[in-house]
């Protein structure tokens, strides 16, 4: 993994740009494996928790609550490093996991993946590779609930 430009935790929380709601994405990932576990939300103050605590927080937009990402399931995360991205509107945060990151038990929330070659591709549904992309339809606005049920 490329080395990161280290700050102090004052330039560092500077460098953090929060949206008009207050909040930052947070992608975390094995510290390990280097895989992508989960993306969820951050603002200042779950920010500032999972640096005092050394474990993930983050912020529930469908329960307007803290959540401390295994505090019910033990699956907690041990922050080994957090970077924030060039823009400042997203986080980068290196975990050691203590078990699945997803609801569903899945290792990564990130399980399901779209075949975009082979046999899996289906003209009739729109074959991406082929720049046949069917209509993207949601029953959720834009700014829908996040799936942060797991605990």
């Given at each position: 993994?490329l080395?990161?430009e280290?700050?102090?935790?004052?330039?560092f929380?500077?460098?953090?740009?929060?949206?008009?709601?207050?909040?930052v994405?947070?992608?975390?990932?094995?510290?390990?494996t280097?895989e992508v576990?989960m993306?969820a939300?951050?603002?200042?103050?779950?920010?500032r928790r999972?640096l005092e605590?050394g474990?993930?927080v983050?912020?529930s937009?469908?329960?307007q609550?803290?959540w401390h990402?295994?505090?019910?399931?033990?699956h907690?995360?041990r922050v080994v490093d957090?970077?924030?991205?060039c823009d400042g509107d997203?986080?980068?945060?290196?975990?050691?996991?203590?078990?699945?990151a997803?609801?569903?038990?899945?290792?990564s929330?990130?399980?399901r993946?779209?075949?975009?070659?082979?046999?899996?591709?289906d003209?009739?549904q729109?074959d991406?590779?082929?720049?046949?992309?069917?209509?993207?339809?949601?029953?959720?606005p834009?700014?829908?609930?996040?799936?942060?049920?797991?605990?």
């Amino acid at each position: 993994m490329l080395q990161a430009e280290r700050l102090a935790v004052k330039p560092f929380l500077q460098a953090v740009r929060f949206d008009a709601a207050g909040l930052v994405a947070a992608v975390v990932q094995d510290a390990a494996t280097h895989e992508v576990l989960m993306v969820a939300w951050m603002n200042a103050e779950s920010l500032r928790r999972t640096l005092e605590l050394g474990e993930t927080v983050f912020w529930s937009r469908s329960r307007q609550e803290y959540w401390h990402k295994g505090a019910t399931s033990g699956h907690v995360q041990r922050v080994v490093d957090l970077r924030v991205d060039c823009d400042g509107d997203a986080l980068l945060i290196r975990v050691e996991p203590a078990g699945p990151a997803c609801h569903t038990g899945a290792v990564s929330c990130f399980y399901r993946g779209l075949a975009l070659d082979g046999p899996q591709s289906d003209a009739s549904q729109g074959d991406a590779s082929q720049g046949n992309v069917p209509p993207i339809q949601s029953d959720q606005p834009h700014q829908a609930a996040d799936a942060d049920t797991r605990r």
